[in-house]
T-cell receptor
């Protein structure tokens, strides 16, 4: 299984500011995924990030609000822009893996609180 | 529209007994199902999965059952241990033969007590 490191693990931010979350994987992967878990809710996919192309965003998520970078096969960043208290969530990085790439492995998450 | 539903937000089980966590789905295109376990301040950890061509998959104390006609799956943990106390997420995928986006349920918090 892949080892995934996320930074920061938590942060408290002022509304109107932006936060960039980093995700580092210990092996090369084709696809990296960013999820959000709002308080008491399930995990929701924000976007899929492939190296060398623009990220693919799910319905309800836009690039202006959640710009993503994928400069190489082991690293990605997610920025939460112009934050409001509604953005307070756990943000999780994930990569494909397992037999036939049918599983997903997750980082420990970034707990974001916007005040 | 919730495509994957875990209707029990919490479950309390005595140590040594069986824990049964349930999950229902609405999308008949889902063909791969996974269970994840999540401890506080950690990311979800893959537990066990099942393909739609099977109705049961077993791994040690963990067994997942799939009833396609009822669009229902369940995770059985036998015997339950205090270390199993965590939030369990059911997830489904609609891409055959490979990983793609996962649709998660809201989770069930399992508490195993002595």
């Amino acid at each position: 299984s892949a080892v995934i490191s996320q930074k920061p693990s938590r942060d408290i931010c002022q509304r109107g500011t932006s936060l960039t979350i980093q995700c580092q994987v210990d092996s090369q992967v084709t696809m990296m995924f960013w999820y959000r878990q709002q308080p008491g809710q399930s995990l929701t996919l924000i976007a899929t990030a492939n190296q060398g192309s623009e990220a693919t965003y799910e319905s309800g998520f836009v690039i202006d609000k959640f710009p993503i970078s994928r400069p190489n096969l082991t690293f990605s960043t997610l920025t939460v822009s112009n934050m409001s208290p509604e953005d307070s969530s756990i943000y999780l990085c994930s990569v494909e893996g397992g037999t036939g790439n049918t599983e997903a492995f997750f980082g420990q998450g970034t707990r974001l609180t916007v005040v | 529209d919730q495509q994957v539903k875990q209707n029990s937000p919490s479950l309390s089980v005595q140590e040594g007994r069986i824990s049964i966590l349930n999950c229902d789905y609405t999308n008949s295109m889902f063909d791969y199902f996974l269970w994840y376990k999540k401890y506080p301040a950690e990311g979800p950890t893959f537990l066990i999965s099942i393909s739609s061509i099977k109705d049961k998959n077993e791994d040690g104390r963990f067994t997942v059952f799939l009833n396609k006609s009822a669009k229902h799956l369940s995770l059985h943990i036998v015997p339950s241990q205090p270390g199993d106390s965590a939030v369990y997420f059911c997830a489904a995928s609609a891409v055959p033969g490979g990983y793609n986006k996962l649709i998660f349920g809201a989770g069930t918090r399992l508490a195993v007590h002595p």
